[in-house]
């Protein structure tokens, strides 16, 4: 029952085109339109609110909400991680989702990219270089550059779907942290990127890509193989000190 009148919810957001942020009508409306109990309304809302299709706000009514990746983000998150503490590769998994979404990417940006926006790549790419010269971390430099790298496609779902994986993918990482890593590399790759991309030529921007996610992915197997070898026994013990 729920899931049906969740269902008729959506098709009510989607046939009267509301917007986010739009009130949908009350619950006792809802319950007149729908042919449904209160506490049915109610419990399909709470589901829909879960989704982030809706929003209740207590004394104010009920909203469209906005539609975000945030719960996608949280089950993605949730999924690699418990299957990585269950002996699984899921966060390679999650890797070579990612880079097959961006190695498909790279090709058609490669000599499209906006003057602006190879300027703030250029600038970027500055900055991780300093922050790799000061020792700092390079994540945040290092997400602003692939944002930045297909904001020009214009695509705001594909915006979302990338900050969905990089998110989910770094919040599950930790271990990551005990292989070295040179921060030179990771410039060096970045900056063969841009050249790529600034050149034109796609399949050398593709190349680079693949490069850049062939060495996250050398770096990750060597964990994991690690992590295989001295896990016996502390599974469980493992997972409750993971920092996500």
């Not at 009130?23 to 589901?47: C, F, H, I, Q, Y």
């Not at 009514?61 to 719960?71: D, E, F, R």
């Amino acid at each position: 029952m729920a899931r049906d009148l969740q269902e008729q919810i959506k098709k009510l957001i989607i046939d009267r085109r509301l917007p986010s942020g739009a009130l949908l009508p009350t619950e006792p409306e809802l319950m007149d339109m729908l042919g449904a109990s209160r506490n049915s309304v109610r419990e399909a809302l709470k589901g829909l609110q879960a989704m982030g299709i809706v929003e209740i706000r207590h004394g104010f009514g009920t909203y469209v909400g906005p539609m975000s990746m945030a719960p996608m983000i949280e089950g993605l998150a949730f999924r690699t991680v418990a299957g990585h503490y269950r002996g699984e590769d899921s966060l390679l998994q999650l890797l070579q989702l990612r880079e097959a979404v961006e190695t498909g990417l790279v090709s058609r940006v490669a000599g499209r990219v906006p003057p602006d926006d190879l300027a703030a790549l250029d600038a970027l790419v500055d900055r991780m270089e300093a922050e790799a010269a000061a020792g700092t971390g390079l994540a945040e430099t290092d997400r602003a550059f692939h944002a930045t790298l297909y904001r020009g496609l214009g695509n705001l779902l594909l915006s979302e779907l990338l900050e969905a994986f990089w998110d989910a993918f770094h919040r599950v990482r930790t271990d990551l942290a005990e292989l070295p890593q040179d921060p030179l590399v990771t410039c060096r790759q970045h900056r063969e990127i841009l050249d790529a991309v600034r050149s034109g030529d796609a399949t050398r921007a593709e190349d680079a890509i693949r490069e850049h996610f062939g060495n996250i992915r050398t770096r990750l197997t060597a964990t994991e193989s690690k992590e295989t070898g001295r896990s016996t026994g502390r599974g469980a013990d493992r997972g409750t000190n993971q920092r996500v």
